[in-house]
């Protein structure tokens, strides 16, 4: 006998590891953990052109007639195609919860048209105003409007990836009714390797422009003639990878190698490899790939912002350094090449910070935030 019906809906298949990102990796775990733990779980999105829906227990894939958009313009399209699919299975079916993971230019959300069910929406980055120094005016102005809108859409409950994201939707949306539900990442598939001796440092993640990797390149361009035995490793891929190539190229920036996307094994010895991982970025949602490097023993070196500080801590299991400033970055990367047994502690506390974010305790906080959801009267009642 199961607990309840579950509803979650997703802007990209979650289970696409190409696209889905850290928004769509915590979808996919939401939806497998609350599964073991008795729901019953449909899943709603797009379908994936590169990867099979995975043959789950208690999970049930529904998709949309179309693939993952992976443009503003197909997800535009999408928001209008959509609407015929989510009424026929929200009518079809009697949910006790629907979760909505909200992006921007989604279809049009599921609280449109379960008014009667219990619902919550999963905000994993905030981005107001912020959307501006990433995206163009319209694109901004759009993504602000959809999540100024987020209140009125009446959501019982909504569901913060980390505790920055959480104050941001209470200030600035003034909506009180929410929970954090952290991300969790496999701790026991990375193995503590913690080598003073490496001469690795990574990047990994989306090539975007919230990930500031050209930072990374004035950084590296004073510390290749400083360590000539270190070479950067830029893994990932994206609309900047291109352009951050050329550059390279053009500037004559030694010991930087582009890897392109990289995930299982590959991904693996990336982390366990590497002496540091930097997180350069100008925001973040909650960046999983720094509890991978964590686990992995590997010094987490990131920008001062919201979704980074949210579990490093300067000076104590990672470094942080104010946004944007070459010279501090470069000066904290300096100490750790030049140092690395130093460092060791900070290692350590990282790999203990891993270990806060294991799938058992993620899994353990999302039922009890959907048992409370289920047993809470609907707003619209």
């Known amino acids: 006998m199961t607990k309840g019906k579950l509803l979650i809906r997703d802007k990209i298949a979650p289970f696409d590891t190409q696209l889905r990102g850290g928004s769509g990796n915590y979808v996919y775990n939401l939806s497998t953990e609350l599964a073991s733990r008795g729901w019953q779980v449909d899943m709603l999105s797009p379908s994936s052109l590169n990867y099979e829906a995975p043959k789950t227990e208690g999970v049930n894939y529904e998709f949309f007639d179309y693939s993952n958009p992976t443009t503003i313009y197909g997800r535009f399209k999408h928001t209008f195609q959509g609407w015929r699919k989510v009424s026929e299975i929200t009518k079809s079916n009697h949910y006790d919860l629907v979760i909505d993971n909200i992006s921007h230019l989604p279809h049009l959300p599921l609280q449109y048209y379960t008014k009667e069910n219990n619902s919550a929406l999963i905000v994993h980055n905030l981005k107001m105003k912020s959307a501006i120094k990433t995206s163009g005016i319209l694109k901004a102005s759009t993504i602000v409007g959809v999540e100024k809108l987020l209140p009125y859409l009446n959501p019982d409950q909504i569901i913060c990836a980390g505790p920055s994201t ?10 009180d009714s ?55 490793i830029i893994a990932g891929d994206g609309p900047k990878r291109k352009e ?9 920036i030694s010991r930087v190698t582009f890897t392109g996307f990289v995930e299982g094994k590959e991904k693996k010895n990336l982390l366990e490899e590497s ?36 579990y490093v801590i300067d000076s104590e299991n990672g470094y942080l350094f104010p946004y944007d400033d070459l010279h501090s970055f470069e000066e904290i990367l300096s100490a750790i090449l030049s140092n690395p047994t130093e460092h060791q502690s900070i290692a350590e506390a990282g790999y203990k910070t891993s270990k806060r974010h294991s799938a058992e305790r993620f899994g353990d906080r999302a039922d009890e935030i959907v048992d409370t959801l289920v047993n809470t009267p609907p707003t619209y009642q």
Request: a neutral charge; one cysteine or more.
């Open 178 to 232: 929410t929970a954090v539900l952290r991300p969790c990442i496999n701790t026991n598939s990375i193995g503590y390797n913690y080598d003073p001796k490496s001469k690795k440092v990574l990047f990994l993640g989306r090539i975007t422009d919230i990930k500031n990797v050209g930072l990374l390149l004035d950084a590296w361009k004073i510390l290749a003639e400083k360590f000539p035995e270190f070479e950067l």
């Open 275 to 310: 002496l540091a991982m930097v997180i350069p970025s100008m925001f973040e949602g909650y960046v999983t790939t720094g509890l991978e490097a964590m686990a992995a023993g590997t010094i987490v070196v990131g920008s001062d912002r919201r979704g980074i500080n949210d």
């Open 244 to 252: 951050l190539e050329r550059r390279t190229k053009e500037e004559k």
């Open 166 to 175: 959480e104050a941001r939707v209470q200030n600035k949306l003034d909506f």
